[in-house]
């Protein structure tokens, strides 16, 4: 059984940093693409950034690059979401996702999925 659990939300101030972390089982991690979407009220899921399993090359959005670093720890089945210069906007539920080999930047491309974690942005 694979589960993808997500930790690392909360409250934060504009400008303000965090870090999400996402552990997962049940899957051979190190041959999987990870990749971090997001979800705000009222919108489609979106695609925040992701990492490549073969070359580990990162992914982001426009919205959080130069905002957001990935990282991946394949020994302890790890993939981190780093966030800086957090705005109002980047309040979301931010979920861990995989696939296999390749990485997935549309919602409907990824198998697996964490139940999200909560980050909110205050102004």
């Known amino acids: 059984q694979v589960q993808l659990v997500e930790s690392g939300g909360g409250l934060v101030q504009a400008g303000g940093s965090l870090r999400l972390s996402c552990v997962a089982s049940?899957?051979?991690?190190?041959?999987?693409?990870m990749a971090w979407f997001r979800q705000a009220p009222g919108k489609e899921r979106e695609f925040v950034a992701g990492?490549?399993?073969?070359?580990?090359?990162?992914v982001f959005a426009d919205s959080v690059k130069g905002r957001a670093t990935i990282s991946r720890d394949n020994a302890k089945n790890t993939v981190s979401l780093q966030m800086n210069s957090l705005k109002p906007e980047d309040t979301a539920i931010y979920y861990c996702?995989?696939?296999?080999?390749?990485?997935?930047?549309?919602?409907?491309?990824?198998?697996?999925w964490g139940q999200g974690t909560q980050v909110t942005v205050s102004s």
């Open positions: 996702a995989a696939r296999r080999v390749r990485l997935c930047t549309y919602s409907y491309e990824c198998d697996y």
């Open positions: 049940g899957l051979p991690f190190s041959t999987y693409a």
């Open positions: 990492m490549r399993w073969a070359d580990l090359g990162a």
